[in-house]
């Protein structure tokens, strides 16, 4: 129970969309969301296949929880074949937009082919059909929500949409839900435009009501809700400053890359901080944040709703902006902001509306412009290249200028369309480019935090903090403390974080409750909504099986060992400040180890014995 | 003593835990669209609202209908609608000033907010405070003590 059973497979390139039941045998195998949709993907696609070609897939996949009460039980996430990595992508999003699909009665949705013309795709219960969308392409996410919620006359129509950057081609682009909420990483926005499928909106008024036995399932939600209101940081740190609580924090252990990871504390840190959104400002004596917001079902609610100061140069003539909006997230206002060592707030704010607006992923944006920046300093990217803009570090106006351009795909924003590791190529410097797998490194240096270092390297994703978000163990101390700067026991703490991390996706639930809840508290959510029994241990064990499904995808399309690296910048080049002075990221003192305690060979491989152990298709 | 749901807006995040303990106990189903009570979300402003019946005493709604559906519940003062006399006419949800009262295609019947009995379940689920139960006579308390501790002390005493 908790699952619909029921899944809709959309072909767009014969226009049809035809329900079919849910593999039962997979979703005890698998959970759900995350995990489910990747044992589709893998049985229907090639691993080898042009991700931007027909014969990828695209998968919007709800969790059993999605759409109940359970606290964040309202996510979604998109499976497909990334055109950033090559790799399996799968990108999570909150907001509105996953629990509604699920009231109207889906588990997911297989989008297979490529539509002849734009269309999208309109579901109000069991009805779905596709809709021409011609009049929307060439319109802003923000622009086609409006059109699509005024054609259909219904408030209460959930939207998730793709913009002009992934119609241009963008590898970074998003799908954004709900105007400001986003499955940001690994471009499978792109992959979304590459369909041709413009837009999903969903009406669903069946609700929830498959749960295996309610009263124990509310008991077990309410005393979870219970311990998120009580925890330090998801009762108060989050809601207070979400997650930017992290800016001044990272910044003081010294893990806050800079300029391009050159460096890893920022001096602008604490302007661009959760506090400084809190302070007034000359204009209007009004703070940055407005309020906080939060997802469906989530009594955490870290996002942040802000607005940009009228008088600042990025929005004086633009009253559009002068509206709330999704503010600054940790993630965001680290790329836009210290990685670009562009310490005003007001322009991270409007880029950051922009990559809302135009659905750009902000990690990878902000990363890409930040290698852009080095290459002009460089002089290898000059004013020729940019229409006459100094692209250098701390250039307000160029950030700025950059989101524009990469929203609308315009002028230097082709080559930034690329991404820091083609970008980079292309100007032959691939040695600047920070990413892994080809995907822009996230908010944590790993010569500060050598956890993070082999979760980067060794992310299914490519670099990425939430596959094993394991800042909590080693600066915050959750579940228990850990030296940042010490390299010994960290393969065994990435991998229990990867597979914990794998089963929370898998259930619907957000990531962040785990700053508060452990898989005891999970387990008996799950435990009591779905049939069968799911215990700690076998939440784990769905985890792995995750992991290793994800990791036989990536093998399967052309990657290898030598991928689980990092760039040599952080394996080189010694952090010049703070606590980590001197240090490196020692990698190669933990990827042995890891691979060990995965079951690979020495080359990374799966073994026989691992393959059997999880039941892996062949 | 009669209690009176008390919303706040300030304190609401938007999170929607309120319409699916509405619907939880009325519906049997987590189900937004079935919800009494309603989170009214303006983007641009930054606010989030919720809003259901407030339980007039002069009920419009309970005048309005023509078959005596709508009763008063003198324990906790809610105006309930008792389904098997509901025609379904509609008169109620035209006659409602705040549009608080809405038909249910489904079963044919008006649903609207009826306290859950006494033990609203929208302030239970709520985990900011934006929706409490209190005493009816002193709504207003929780912005007398705002404005109650913005008092000058200093000015009473001459010091």
Known sequence: ?618 | MLKSLNIDPGKCTGCLQCEMACSLENEGVFNTAKSRIKVFTFHEEGRFVPYTCTQCDEAWCMHACPVDAIVLNPVTGSKDVKSDLCVGCKVCTIACPFGTVNYNADSGKVVKCDLCGGDPQCASACPTDAITYVDANATGLDKMRQWAGKTDNAASTGA
Not at chain 1, 215 to 224: E, Y
Not at chain 1, 530 to 538: F, I, L, N, T
């Open chain 1, 1 to 618: 129970m908790a699952w619909t059973r029921q899944i809709l497979r959309v072909n767009l390139s014969e226009g049809s969309c035809i329900p079919e039941p849910l593999n039962m045998d997979w979703a005890n195998q698998y959970l759900g969301q995350r995990g489910l949709a990747t044992r589709y993907l893998v049985e229907e696609i090639d691993p080898q296949c042009d991700a931007l070609g027909a014969d990828n897939k695209m998968i919007m996949a709800t969790g059993p929880l999605t759409g109940t009460m359970a606290s964040t039980g309202g996510r979604y996430s998109v499976i497909t074949k990334s055109p950033l990595t090559g790799a399996v992508a799968c990108s999570n999003s909150g907001g509105f937009f996953g629990a509604e699909l699920k009231n109207a009665g889906w588990d997911m949705i297989i989008f297979e082919g490529k539509s002849a013309e734009p269309v999208y795709l309109h579901i109000e219960n069991d009805s779905a059909r596709l809709m021409p969308a011609t009049d929307l392409w060439g319109k802003s996410c923000w622009e086609t929500d409006e059109a699509l919620h005024a054609r259909h006359q219904d408030p209460q129509m959930r939207v998730a949409v793709v913009g002009r950057s992934a119609e241009k081609g963008c590898l970074y682009s998003a799908v954004i839900n709900d105007l400001h909420r986003a499955a940001g990483r690994s471009g499978v926005g792109t992959v979304m435009a590459s369909k041709n499928l413009k837009a999903v909106t969903v009406r669903g008024t069946l609700g929830v009501g498959n749960i295996q036995d309610p009263a124990r399932f509310m008991n077990a939600v309410n005393a979870g809700k219970k311990v998120l209101a009580e925890n330090p940081v998801t009762g108060e740190g989050l809601p207070a400053l979400g997650t930017q609580v992290l800016m001044n924090v990272i910044n003081e252990v010294g893990a806050m890359p800079t300029r391009n990871m050159r460096e890893t504390q920022f001096e602008g840190a604490s302007k661009i901080s959760g506090e400084a959104m809190l302070e007034p400002r000359a204009s209007d004596g009004k703070a940055n944040l407005t309020r906080n917001g939060g997802c469906f079902a989530c009594t955490i609610a870290c996002g942040r709703i802000s607005t940009i100061d009228r008088e600042h140069f990025s929005v004086k003539e633009k009253p559009q902006y002068w509206g709330n909006s999704g503010g600054l997230e940790y993630e965001a206002a680290w790329a836009l902001g210290s990685d670009t060592g562009v310490d005003d707030l007001d322009a991270l704010t409007y880029a950051n509306f922009l990559c809302n607006e135009d659905g750009m992923d902000p990690i990878s944006f902000g990363a890409t412009v930040a290698a852009a920046m080095e290459l002009f300093e460089e002089g290898v990217i000059t004013t020729q290249h940019t229409d006459g803009v100094e692209l250098k570090f701390g250039n307000a106006q160029a950030l700025c200028w950059a989101a524009e351009q990469v929203a609308t795909g315009t002028g230097f924003g082709a080559d930034l369309h690329l991404g820091s590791r083609r970008l980079c190529e292309k100007y032959g410097r691939p040695e600047l480019s920070m990413t892994v797998k080809g995907q822009e490194f996230p908010a944590y240096d790993p010569r500060g935090i050598q956890g993070m270092g082999l979760t980067y390297a060794t992310s299914n994703r490519g670099a990425c903090h939430l596959r094993s978000y394991t800042v909590s163990s080693e600066i915050l101390g959750v579940p228990e403390k850990t030296d940042p700067l010490q390299t010994e026991g960290k393969a065994g703490l990435v991998k229990a974080f990867q597979d914990a991390t794998a089963a929370v996706d898998s259930a619907g639930l957000c990531v962040f409750t785990t700053f508060a809840w452990t898989l005891d508290d999970i387990a008996p959510q799950i435990d009591a909504a779905c049939d069968g029994e799911w215990s700690p241990e076998r939440l784990v064990e769905v985890g792995e099986r995750i992991w290793q499904l994800e990791r036989d995808f990536n093998l399967k399309a052309g990657l290898t060992a030598a991928d689980d690296t990092l760039p040599q910048r952080l394996l080189k080049d010694a952090a010049k400040s703070g606590p980590a002075k001197g240090k490196v990221c020692e990698l190669g003192d933990m990827l042995p180890e890891y691979y060990q305690l995965r079951g690979w060979t020495a080359d990374g491989q799966l073994t026989a014995e691992t393959r059997s152990k999880f039941g892996l298709p062949s």
